[in-house]
């Protein structure tokens, strides 16, 4: 189906539900690693906010994440359109079912982008061309699922991959979509090039009302739930529907509710706008390393700046004959002093230390379970 533009139903919804847990000990429950402040004093969140000047207007601008937060967020983004607060978090695909359900009750012309809260995007004024490019896309292709695809630069397997097919103007066909994927796989795809396989980069664009079909035909009790959260628009029975309904939701991510299927589903099809610019997805301490500069031994010093000490000096740790070592701190005055380090991440807070050879950060969900235990969820 097509349709002239229709700017006025254009929305953007920044998921910011993330706990951060590979970015542990800086990211914590309290404060996780969206509203820390790491480019320029200002949080990754207000910087995913800034980036949709002139494209979204701010009343179009919400933020879908945890109820705790709301106040915080807020704060930070007096301009916010509107907060959905989670009670509990229940993944992307309860957070974009819920959203979506929102938009609906709002406005049931609405396309919406979903964009992330932990993403580094350079230059702004080509995401933002490409951002005008997806809705314009979706405006004419309202049956469609587009999202925004980032050309690999090795063999991830954090990442979901997208199998191009053919062009179809500005946007690529997308033949499947395959979540994460192991090693020898993720291998091959990246051995192919990136025009046959792109990285999915966790950003989409849709019609509201679409992403809801497809929701009640892959997930239906999941589609049942959210919509009878937003039918009430009573303030109280609201909340109290959210409070009941939306913890019994399974979690489950929207790349294997809804993206894995939908590839595979003649009824259904998705479309791809490559991205041609710099992405980082700052959700590990390997990407974090990224926005600083190396030293000549191809270490790594950043002085990670927490709420409240805003005023924090530079860090400046002892390293002799170390190098490719990774040196985070909260504690200006407190001397870090490596000899002899060669591939290691030291990350110091003001209670917690994390020491380990870069080789295993990836696996930190590990030792993050066992913090938990062992000390009551004293350092989480």
């Known amino acids: 189906m097509e349709q002239t533009k229709n ?3 254009r ?53 879908c994440g945890s109820q705790r937060f709301e106040t915080g967020v807020k704060e930070k983004i007096p301009r916010l359109g509107r907060y959905l607060g989670e009670p509990v978090g229940r993944d992307t695909l309860a957070a974009i079912g819920y959203s979506c359900a929102m938009l609906m009750a709002e406005d049931r012309n609405a396309t919406v982008a979903f964009l992330t809260s ?7 004024e080509r995401f933002q061309e490409a951002l005008e490019a997806a809705f314009d896309a979706i405006e004419f292709n309202q049956d469609a699922l ?37 090693l020898a796989t993720a291998e091959s795809y990246y051995a192919a090039g ?52 939306y913890p019994k939701i399974p979690k489950k991510s929207v790349d294997y509710g809804i ?23 700052i959700g590990s301490w390997t ?27 530079i860090v400046n740790p002892l390293i002799l004959d170390s190098k ?11 001397l870090i002093a490596c000899f002899g380090c060669e591939g290691f991440t030291v990350i110091h807070t003001k209670d917690a230390t994390f020491i380990s050879p870069k080789i295993y950060v990836e696996d930190i969900k590990k030792l993050h379970n066992e913090v938990k235990i062992q000390f009551n969820g004293k350092y989480i």
Request: charged share 25%.
């Open 324 to 334: 490719d070592t990774l040196i985070v701190s909260t504690e200006p005055d407190h």
């Open 11 to 63: 929305y953007a919804v920044i998921l910011a539900g993330g706990s951060g847990i590979r970015l542990w000990p800086l990211s914590r429950e309290a404060l996780p690693k969206q509203l820390i402040p790491v480019i320029d004093g200002k949080s990754l969140l207000e910087v995913a906010f800034e980036r949709l000047e002139g494209v979204i207007p701010e009343e179009r601008r919400w933020v």
């Open 259 to 281: 993206m894995e299927p939908a590839s595979l589903d003649s009824m259904a099809r998705i479309i791809c706008l490559p991205l041609d610019l710099e992405w980082k997805d």
């Open 146 to 182: 587009l999202t925004f695809g980032v050309k690999p630069t090795y063999a991830a397997t954090a990442y979901g991959y997208l199998e191009l097919g053919d062009s179809i103007g500005a946007v690529q066909r997308v033949l499947r979509f395959k979540e994460k994927p192991e």
């Open 118 to 124: 932990d993403h580094v995007i350079r230059p702004v």
């Open 194 to 245: 990136p025009e046959r396989y792109l990285w999915n980069s966790g950003m989409f664009v849709w019609k509201a009302e679409r992403f809801l079909e497809l929701l009640y035909r892959y997930e239906s009790d999941v589609a049942q739930a959210v919509m009878r959260i937003a039918a009430d628009k009573n303030p109280q029975i609201h909340r109290a529907l959210l409070e009941e309904i």
């Open 287 to 313: 990407a974090y390393a990224s926005l600083a500069p190396l030293d000549e031994s191809g270490n790594t010093i950043i002085s990670a700046i927490k709420q409240g000490n805003e005023d924090a000096a």
């Open 7 to 9: 700017i006025h139903s």
